[in-house]
């Protein structure tokens, strides 16, 4: 095993529309064998195994697709359709999300091209969530299996990932693994969809906020809808700082929750995040990737944070939240919050409170929210469960009373 923790890769192709029954039947058979082999493997063990899925998908570092915010529901759909998936594998097959004995999924999206086969060579790594072959291939994490469909269009992005992995492939990393009986299917050549509605500007600096207790596939999407607003690496002004804030609710609103004795400590739920956002961000070698990290703690409001310093462009800031509006009306220079389609409501109070001190209104982005739509009717309360940070306390009361 190359690390103490089991790990994967899965190299997904694109996919053959973005039409989620397409989208199912192509990924579905090779997610459950993926996460059959890893649980089995796991044996046990009293912690998850990590899987790095690469969707591809064309044309994502193209010019037409600048800025990337014009791209963005179309990209969060995506993002939304193989955390719903792999919520759907898991559920049926009775595998742990993100706990104990289960997987732990971290989805990137891959800029490759299946139709013209393309594999760019470039100097230094690009950050995700985007990112290209020579990135992930060149990016020293040491997978335990590298998994691909085996069919013509996961053979053919197999063998471009090969051609830079077997480059720098430490002896410690895993190999390539077919995953055999995957269905066939002829990759998209076209699958992004250009939003006029976000074609304004470039973010340097973004915001999303929340409870993040127990950190979920939920999470996950919200998160990786967030840092796909934020300004990428190699469009970066010189001397700009990029920098993403997430508010993390302050445990003093948090009282009246439900199965409140079981809510993670504000440290817990900062410590996921800022892991996540590294795990999908920062594809640097480990020895280049090391966070300078400071902490803080006062008694007003975004007095109290830990500030992750990736590198001199990028910034990680875990702000706790005090009340709704967090560092979206103190932060002036925050340009674009992320919000899901359930809290929509508090984008436009955030711009309220912004008006009455003539600042300009935030940019603001929706996600969609995970449901439990093809999801079978026995399988749905359950797989809701597993995206409800109520529940998962729920569970934990439950065990811990058992």
Not at 140 to 159: E, F, M
Request: proline residues 6%; negative net charge.
């Amino acid at each position: 095993m190359a690390s103490d923790q089991l790990s994967a890769l899965l190299l997904l192709p694109p996919p053959p529309s973005a039409s989620f029954d397409e989208f199912k039947a192509a990924y579905e058979p090779v997610l459950l064998s993926v996460c059959t082999k890893l649980v089995r493997e796991l044996n046990g063990a009293n912690h998850s195994a990590i899987l790095d899925i690469a969707l591809s998908l064309p044309g994502l570092q193209s010019p037409s697709c600048r800025p990337r915010t014009r791209a963005f529901s179309s990209l969060q759909s995506f993002l939304g359709s193989i955390y719903r998936l792999i919520g759907i594998v898991c559920v049926e097959q009775g595998i742990e999300l993100d706990g104990p004995d289960g997987i732990d999924s971290r989805v990137v999206l891959l800029d490759y091209d299946s139709v013209q086969n393309t594999a760019v060579t470039r100097g230094d790594p690009c950050d995700g969530p985007i990112i290209d072959l020579q990135t992930l291939a060149r990016s020293g994490r040491l997978w335990d299996y590298i998994y691909y469909p085996d069919n013509q269009v996961g053979q053919g992005l197999a063998t471009a990932f090969s051609s830079f992995y077997s480059e720098s492939k430490d002896p410690n990393g895993g190999s390539m693994s077919a995953i055999p009986d995957a269905p066939n299917w002829k990759a998209a050549e076209s699958l992004l969809v250009m939003d006029d509605n976000h074609t304004s500007s470039t973010h340097y600096s973004v915001a999303v906020g929340g409870t993040f207790d127990h950190f979920h596939i939920g999470h996950k999407l919200l998160l990786t809808a967030t840092a796909l607003v934020l300004q990428p690496a190699e469009d970066v002004e010189a001397g700009k700082v990029r920098k993403i804030t997430v508010g993390v609710t302050g445990e003093g609103l948090l009282a009246k929750k439900k199965y409140a004795e079981f809510l993670e400590s504000w440290d817990e739920r900062c410590m996921s995040t800022g892991s996540f956002l590294s795990a999908i961000m920062d594809f640097r070698l480990p020895e280049a990737s090391a966070p300078r990290i400071e902490r803080a703690s006062g008694p007003g409001p975004d007095d109290k944070y830990i500030q992750m310093q990736m590198r001199p462009d990028l910034v990680f800031s875990l702000v706790q939240i005090t009340d709704p509006f967090g560092p979206t009306v103190t932060d002036k220079e925050i340009s674009a919050l992320v919000v899901s389609k359930e809290t929509r409501a508090g984008g436009g109070a955030v711009n309220e409170e912004r008006g009455k001190k003539g600042w300009e209104n935030l940019e603001v982005f929706e996600v969609d929210v995970l449901h439990t739509g093809e999801v079978p009717t026995d399988d749905a309360e359950s797989f809701a469960s597993k995206i409800s940070s109520t529940d998962i306390r729920r569970r934990r009361m439950e065990m811990a009373t058992e």
